[in-house]
């Protein structure tokens, strides 16, 4: 699985990405973390809202940090 | 199935049971707040509201607690609002739209969407990678952090509904006609080139309609928590400066030096203000403070707007995407106009 997380580096950028990391590590799904920063590439995505997150090259997630057992939810319902 | 159906009702009943619960308190507390420090201070501890110390503490307590409770309810409210909003449903709604209408449209979008400064770069660039034309997506820039909820809120508790209205219509109207001159002198030449380049995949994520009211209700409390955490300091600075000249300054300290026949305060305020760097909520008690001594209200609004408008960090990012004359236009634009309406109010109100 491949997870991005969009966003130019403010502070709910970094709570999601830590959230996901957290609910990686709970449900033991093994996926690959990338931080996207550059506005060009968040742009092409769709995404007009920071922070959100990406998996599988799916916007799930925009504008809002989502709670950990949110984003475990998100992870394991494929 | 009935056990389903009744637990779901049983969490509905939380939920909205909740919501009024805390609704009651907030209004007991709001309530309460004058006569509670009144009795605290001064009955209980002896001070004196006729001497400086006295009201400014009285200020400070009284102060902290009334804003604090309008930024938990405001904030919240406005949360689980905007939470029905979002920026990719604005974009839909500004896309096709032609100048002058669409100048209008944007700043009032720029009010109800829910927009942090840091989404201001992939914002401008979905925008107009999208086709959004420039000076319509500078409408929608100038509105979203000029016409601030907090502010509204805050300058409807402090100063009544005139100034707040005042003060919207005056974000609008900046907003509006300041994306219409920068429309008007096609810049788009001054836009960094990779805005244009940036291909949009597949469809704009619109994620705001999966929303049970849970998550709304969950959003607003998150946002109050994490609002409250990032502008709690400017807040006590905020006041404890505000308290400070509520108590030692002497009233019409200002009227002299800054008050409405004087031609250079606005400017004045307008140059210390744009490089401040601080939020509605930080300024107002300051706001509130110097009026109080003389200070006329079209400076004092001028100096809130440039504050919360026009901040160092912004210009930073805008710069990514904004080569520096378009840069130097727009923070030019605003500031004129922030100056037009300081001048205008001191004027007529």
């Known amino acids: ?58 916007v799930v997630v925009s504008g809002r940090v989502p709670k950990s057992d949110e984003i475990q939810a998100l992870l394991t319902r494929s | 199935m009935t056990t ?42 002896g001070l004196d509201p006729e001497t400086h110390l006295g009201s400014a503490i009285e200020f400070f307590f009284y102060d902290t607690t009334k804003i604090a409770l309008l930024l938990v309810g405001i904030i919240f409210a406005v949360t689980v609002l905007r939470s029905f909003m979002s920026v990719e449903r604005t974009r839909a709604l500004l896309g096709g739209r032609r100048e002058g209408v669409g100048n209008v449209a944007a700043a009032g979008l720029g009010v109800v969407t829910p927009f942090c400064s840091c989404s201001a770069v992939p914002g401008f660039i979905g925008f107009v990678a999208a086709g959004v034309p420039l000076g319509i997506t500078m409408s929608f820039l100038i509105a ?11 300058l409807y508790g402090l100063f009544g509904w005139k100034v707040a209205a005042t003060y919207v219509a005056a974000g609008l109207v900046l907003a509006i006609v300041a994306g219409w001159v920068i429309g008007r002198l096609r810049l788009e030449r001054h836009v960094e080139p990779f805005v244009f380049e940036t291909t949009l995949r597949g469809q704009p994520v619109d994620l705001s309609t999966e929303l049970s009211w849970e998550d709304r209700f969950a959003m607003g409390r998150e946002e109050v928590a994490s609002i409250l955490r990032k502008i709690w300091p400017y807040l006590v600075v905020g006041i404890g400066i505000g308290a400070a000249i509520h108590g030692w300054v002497p009233e019409d300290f200002f009227v002299d030096v ?19 760097y601080s939020n509605a ?48 236009v727009f923070v030019g634009v605003v500031a004129a106009g922030i100056l037009a309406v300081g001048v205008l109010f001191n004027l007529i109100l």
């Open chain 2, 144 to 154: 979203s952090p000029m016409v601030n909820e907090v502010a509204i809120v805050l």
């Open chain 2, 4 to 45: 389903d159906l009744q637990a779901v009702r049983r969490e509905q009943w939380r939920l909205w049971g909740g919501l009024a619960a805390a609704a009651t308190a907030w209004a007991l507390l709001y309530s309460f707040n004058r006569p509670f420090w009144d009795w605290l201070l001064f009955d209980s501890l």
């Open chain 1, 1 to 58: 699985m491949e997870i991005k997380v969009l966003g130019p580096g403010c502070v709910n950028c970094t709570t999601l990405e830590k959230r996901t990391n957290d609910a990686l590590a709970v449900t033991g799904v093994a996926a690959t973390v990338e931080k996207v920063t550059d506005f060009a590439e968040i742009a092409s995505y769709g995404v007009m809202s920071t922070p959100a997150l990406v998996i599988d090259d799916q």
């Open chain 2, 258 to 276: 800054a008050g409405p026949d004087n031609p250079l305060a606005v400017p004045v305020a307008v140059g210390v203000g744009v490089p401040l």
């Open chain 2, 281 to 328: 909520a930080g300024v107002l008690p300051l706001v509130e403070a110097l009026h109080a001594k003389g200070l006329a209200m079209g400076t004092v609004l001028a100096f809130m707007m440039s504050v919360v408008a026009l901040s160092v960090p912004e210009i930073v990012l805008l710069r990514r995407v904004l080569k520096p004359k378009l840069l130097a």
